[in-house]
Each structure stands twice: as C-alpha cells, then as structure tokens.
C-alpha cells in the first residue's frame, strides 16, 4: 500500500525566505504526482502535476522535482509571501488505477 | 477558468439520516471522483466514476454510499443513513482524459458534513 509523508508538518519563514517542502512516498510505481494547496476550510487548489517520466515542472516562482527511484519530490517556492500561507498537499497516482494517495501536508506560515 | 463546483458548503445532519451531496464538475470532464478528509486526517479517496458506472471504489465506500449522474451536469453522492464518523469535508473531483493521461485532478471547495 501507498503511504506518502511530508515533511515538516509545519514551517514558519519570513517574507522573502525561500520554502523547501519534502514529500516521499514508499512505491515508486507511480503515475504522477500533484502539488496543492489548501487554504483552512477550503477545496484544493492544483499547483503543478509532474509525470513519472519528468524531473520537474515549474509554473512562476513554483519549482517540483521529482526522483521517482529514491519516491522524493520536493516543492520549492521562490522569495515568499504571506499569501503563501497555506498547507501544500502533495498526491501520487499509482500507475494502475484512479485514486491518490495523499500525504498529510505542511502548513505554511510567511510572516510579514 | 472552469471549476468544480459543490453544493451545499456546509450541510447538518443527524445521525441515521440520508443526505445527499451535490457537486457540479467542469464541463468537458468525462471522469469523477469523492473524496474526504476527516478533520486534521489526511485527504482519502472513496470512488470514482466513469460512464455512469463506478471505476473504482475504497473500503471506506461500504453499502450505505452511493454515487449517481442523474443528468448530464450533476454528480451526486448519497449517505443513505449517516453515523458520527460521516462527519468530514467531502470533495469531488474531475478530470478530463481517460486511464492513462496525465490529466490532473481538479477539486471542489467541498461540502463540510457535520453529522449529530
């Protein structure tokens, strides 16, 4: 069974700081893997989707990287800000079905 | 931009009630999917939808669930009798492609079902 961990749970960083957030995931039989982010109390919003074959994907000051044979992508978000602030989902696609596994999250904090 | 879209917000319910919960997905989108999250628990899938029957389904997704498409822009999920443990943010999804693509998934805000 897929089990996907992230690391840390949570991260405080003043503005400006850039953020490193971890994710692992035990079966590196996957798909793809998707970045989000959830802000308290609301739906999840899609960052970026890398696929198996890419090492990484990049939209603005977002950055994911993916090494699928150690199962470690990494969300890396440039010079932050408060609207930042948020927790970052990430979620692999196993290669034979629909469903995501999900970690646990990292909740952001970018003090002004 | 397209979205995914949930009704009601937040729904209340008492314990051994049916609810039903309502999501509208993007328009062009041919797969859909509920998932949940029980509060400070991870996100977990339940089912997912295809051609008006199931692809797929969790343990979670026992005999009391059910998902219908009972038009052509409504996605619905019902909780034929509903416990304590019900009590969670509910999600749908879509996605556009079929098994294969990298399409991502794309979710709603949810539905927030506290059950008493």
């Known amino acids: 069974k897929q089990e996907v961990t992230q690391i840390p749970a949570a991260l405080s960083v003043p503005e400006g700081e850039n953020l490193v957030l971890n994710c692992s995931f035990t079966?590196?039989?996957?798909?793809?893997l998707q970045w989000f982010r959830q802000d308290p109390g609301k739906g999840l919003t899609s960052l970026l989707l890398?696929?198996?074959?890419?090492r990484e994907q990049t939209s603005g000051r977002l950055n994911a990287s993916l090494d699928k044979s150690s199962g470690r992508s990494t969300l890396y978000i440039a010079a932050s800000q408060p609207g930042d602030s948020a927790t970052y989902l990430c979620?692999?696609?196993?290669?034979?079905?629909?469903?995501?596994?999900f970690g646990a999250g990292t909740t952001v904090t970018v003090r002004a | 931009e397209p979205e995914v879209t949930q009704t009601p917000s937040h729904q209340v319910t008492q314990m051994g009630q049916e609810v039903i919960l309502r999501c509208v997905p993007i328009?062009?989108?041919?797969?859909f999917y509920w998932y949940r999250q029980i509060l400070g628990q991870k996100v977990e899938f339940l089912v997912s939808?295809?051609?008006?029957?199931?692809?797929?389904k969790s343990e979670i997704f026992d005999d009391q669930f059910s998902v219908e498409r009972p038009d052509g822009s409504n996605f619905t999920l019902k909780i034929r009798s509903t416990k304590l443990e019900d009590s969670a943010m509910y999600f749908c999804?879509?996605?556009?492609?079929?098994?294969?693509?990298?399409?991502?998934?794309?979710f709603g805000n949810g539905t927030r079902l506290t059950v008493t």
């Open positions: 999804a879509s996605s556009t492609t079929f098994v294969g693509s990298n399409s991502p998934l794309h």
């Open positions: 079966d590196s039989a996957i798909y793809n």
């Open positions: 890398i696929q198996s074959s890419q």
């Open positions: 979620a692999v696609r196993p290669s034979n079905d629909y469903k995501l596994s």
């Open positions: 328009s062009n989108h041919l797969y």
């Open positions: 939808f295809y051609n008006n029957e199931i692809s797929e």
